[in-house]
């Protein structure tokens, strides 16, 4: 499981030089390749609990948001 992943692609070519560009760090390769490496872009840490790249479980951010009115857990 890759930890880090390139959360925002581009494809930048056509076959058969089908690349893709991570927006984040700019890494460019074929799409397996860039999917099956970590991206090097490092997140801000969160405001609410001071986690990065993913809010600790009982971040106070995620609470907020999702007592939010109108949002609805399936």
Same mark, same amino acid.
Request: glycine fraction near 6%; hydrophobic fraction near 30%.
């Given at each position: 499981?890759?930890l880090?992943?390139?959360?925002?692609?581009?494809r930048? !070519? =056509?076959?058969?030089?089908d690349?893709w560009e991570?927006?984040?760090? !700019?890494?460019?390769?074929? +799409?397996?390749?860039?999917r099956?490496?970590?991206?090097?872009?490092? +997140?801000?840490?969160? @405001?609410?609990? !001071?986690?990065t790249? @993913?809010?600790?479980?009982?971040?106070?951010?995620?609470?907020?948001a999702?007592?939010?009115? !109108?949002? =609805?857990?399936?």
């Amino acid at each position: 499981m890759n930890l880090n992943p390139h959360n925002h692609i581009v494809r930048q !070519g =056509r076959p058969p030089k089908d690349l893709w560009e991570c927006q984040y760090c !700019g890494m460019v390769d074929v +799409y397996d390749d860039l999917r099956a490496t970590a991206c090097s872009y490092v +997140y801000p840490p969160c @405001e609410h609990c !001071g986690q990065t790249p @993913e809010c600790a479980p009982d971040c106070s951010g995620i609470a907020a948001a999702l007592a939010t009115p !109108g949002v =609805r857990l399936r």
